[in-house]
């Protein structure tokens, strides 16, 4: 599991090894000497960029996520790691993007589970556990089954509690979560029965680490299931959107038999209601968190972010065409077009970043290792694709990047690269191959509409070179040219 092709060639593994201990002599000359803010980290499940109505959605609201974006600031040009959830979550964990993250696809694990993260691998709760934060994990994790090296107790995480495998995740009944290594058993949900649900459990966990830890410097990551399908909302708020979305979309899944709850999607019949009341139940959880904060004296010392994971997906009966959940922008989970990729992102620490602000840096899930080592005052690993973007957060002089690279495997594999304002998508891996690179200028064609590429090769030409140039070759997760 600590192979070296996942690491990149520019950076020996030893290094690597040592960088926990790297950083305890980092936060003895700096963090000690002041006050860790505490970070919370709230990450949805394949909520698309028009899914909130600070970002544009109409159809429903979601007052207390707007409330986190004007007491704070939104990102319109952020980017998830990957369009699917795996991948995505290494990159964020690991501050590598995924040609250099060592997790490259949904790939799974027998018994439960998927793919787990090497030991060797440096994550963000690692980083910020070596410089005296309590660290949990909320929610899905899905980068490696319990007692594996990517487990959320082997990656940093003093405590977790949820969904370890991300396909037992689809369902919101669980037959048993997981809390650190032991198997809770949900009997309530047996045969049918919808006595627990799952989302309720884990957000009240979270709210009790919250509590557990106000005393001392804490980072807390939720990601969240909602609202990835299976669609289920809760009756009440069912109730709240009941009738509104006509006509409705009528999905018909697996409600008995051996895929009822191990994976498969549930049926469900309101669709639209379902989906919006799923994210209105999001919505109040995020205000529960923040309420939580500031009851507990918390509020001016704790940086919340929200964000999403990937673009809106197409499976269960979700429709998001009808709720135009990737706004302006073309694709959807899968994708590397901007649907699939760009995702909401919000930032607010009271007292730090200033109100109501709206920023058009361009930035990656692999920027946050080191905005967060630098918020804590020490060093993120050198072996990092990420760039702080505190200097944008507290309205300072901000670095940009010279490119964001993004790959995916399935479906044939591609990749895609931004530069400046151009953005290329190649849909065949085999990386001597020209003829099947799209190319968009997005400062005028947001939506990738219009194809530019066969005017302009020199543009073309230096995409294909950072694609070869950033792709390092994974035996586990080989791109579809390298099989």
Partial sequence: MKDKHMFRINQPVPLALCASTFFLMSCTDSAEKRALPNIVFILADDMGYGDLSCYGQQKFSTPNIDRLASQGILFRQHYAGCTVSAPSRSSLMTGLHTGHTPIRGNKEWDPEGQWP??????????????????TGAFGKWGLGFIGTEGDPNSQGFDEFFG????????????????????????????????GS???????????????????????????????????????????QFRGNFEPEKVFKGTDSGPGFRKGAYGSQP????????MIKQ????????????????????????????NGPHLEGGADPDYFNSNGKFKGYKRDLYEGGIRVPFIVRWPGKVKQGRISDHVSAFWDIMPTFAEAAGIDAPEETDGISFLP???????????????????????????????????????????????????????????????????????????????HVPSDIFPMAAER
């Fill in 117 to 134: 993260l090497p030991a060797a691998s440096v994550t963000i709760a690692e980083m910020l556990k070596s410089c005296g934060y309590t």
């Fill in 163 to 194: 969904y370890n495998c991300q396909r037992l995740a689809h369902n919101y009944f669980p037959g048993h979560l997981w809390h650190n290594r032991e198997k809770i058993i949900l009997h309530d949900n047996d045969s049918g029965r919808t």
């Fill in 197 to 239: 649900y799952g989302p309720d459990l884990i957000h009240r966990a979270a709210l009790e680490f919250i509590k557990a830890n106000r005393e001392k410097p804490f980072f807390l990551f939720y990601p969240t299931i909602i609202p990835h399908a299976e669609l289920y909302a809760k009756d009440q708020y069912m109730a």
């Fill in 270 to 277: 309101e669709s639209h209601a379902a989906f919006a009341g």
């Fill in 282 to 309: 999001l919505d109040d959880y995020v205000g529960e968190i923040i309420a939580s904060i500031s009851e507990l004296g918390l509020e001016k010392n704790t940086i919340v972010i929200f964000s999403s994971d």
């Fill in 392 to 470: 944008e957060l507290l309205g300072r002089k901000q670095k940009d990047h010279e490119f964001l690279y993004w790959e995916f495997h399935e479906q044939g594999g591609r990749i895609a690269v931004r530069t400046g304002n151009w953005k290329a998508v190649k849909f065949n891996t085999e990386l001597t191959d020209t003829g099947q690179i799209e190319l968009y200028n997005l400062s005028v064609d947001p939506g990738e509409t219009n194809d530019v590429a066969g005017s302009n090769p020199e543009v073309v030409k230096e995409m294909l070179r950072i694609m070869k140039r950033e």
